[in-house]
């Protein structure tokens, strides 16, 4: 490879003048954004489910191909609704491979989380992994459906019914994607959606739950608002987590342009498996099923490949790529939540050797081929690779 450029972790410039953050976020044009505000500022109306909140519900049901879909002011907040919701207490069996985001909303919900293990290929909790953390007291199985691929929806629905605990889904990677041709949305009890700004769908802060069970989607409507004006059904406990109207108008804008934009991420996909394959030591994702293409999660194997995951993470930040390290250190290690008893093996190992590289909107085909290269550049840095930890700490 080319090798005359000097890597930044040496001295050279970077790569990339600015910082390409992880998730180069996705946003309409500005004159559609300004037309849907000014709808807002006409109406007056900007919170308490005005029409854009309504409108949205609708949509998301429609697309999502679902009975009942239901808007909130984030994703965490939809987790914490949808678990709160089963009105049980006890412990919920959930990946500690996840954002902390899944386990700190069981936490807020009075449930206890109860760690399962995943399985090293799919990244995903499995039916016979939470069936060995099944105890008198677990009540429910909160599966996420890691890099928007499902997480055994049916093995999961089998297991579930057989030991009579609930099933919810933390589908915040999920918007989009399919599992045997059906939209997640309609999974277990219930599913949880993210609209953050770094997820395909951006509505700057926003979520959904998703749900066929209509008594369930009563409770849910009568929890995120806390006043009695709006009132389906009985509820032990209600919060304020209504979507604004600002929220519902970037929401829609950006589900319009949802398909595009899962079409753009699938090429820079297709262009960073093409530029990693010939990486020995790294391995890209893949994706078997119908996707959202956000998530470029690369496995480092460090006797291969020659550096550390820490390292490349550590040399691509001086190029200006800011990678992430998701899932480290893993929220089972957490000290609230650490069990010296506790061991997830295949999360321990995921965790020091997965990284996420840049994709989004901003992003194009020869960015994706720069960072290969650059990655490639740094592999080849014999002076870096033997002296690394002089250079980088
Ligand atoms: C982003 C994310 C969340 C939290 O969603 P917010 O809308 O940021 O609150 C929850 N779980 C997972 C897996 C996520 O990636």
Redesign the pocket.
Known sequence: MNSERKIAALGGAPAFQSPLHVAQVNLPAWEKVEEMFKGVFGRHYFANHGPLVTELDRVLSETLQVEHAISVT???MA?MLLARSLDLPGEVIVPSF??P??IQALTWAGLDPVFCDIDSESHTITAELVEQKITNRTVAVMG?HLWGRACEPESLTMLCENYGLKLIF?A??GIGCKHKGRFFGGFGSGEAF???AT?VLNGA?G?CITTNDADLADRLMTMRNFHPSETYTNVPLRFNAKMSEAQAAMTLLSLKELKYNIAANKGRYQAYMKGLAEIPGLSCIEYIEENNYQYIVVEVDDEIFGLSRDDLVDALKLENILCRKHFYPGVHNWPKYKLESLFLGNTEVLCKKIMQLPNGQAMSINDVNKICKTIFEIRDSREFVELKDEFIR
């Open positions: 984030n994703g965490t987790l996840t954002f985001a899944t996420v933390d915040a990677h993210s609209f953050h997820k802060e979520g």
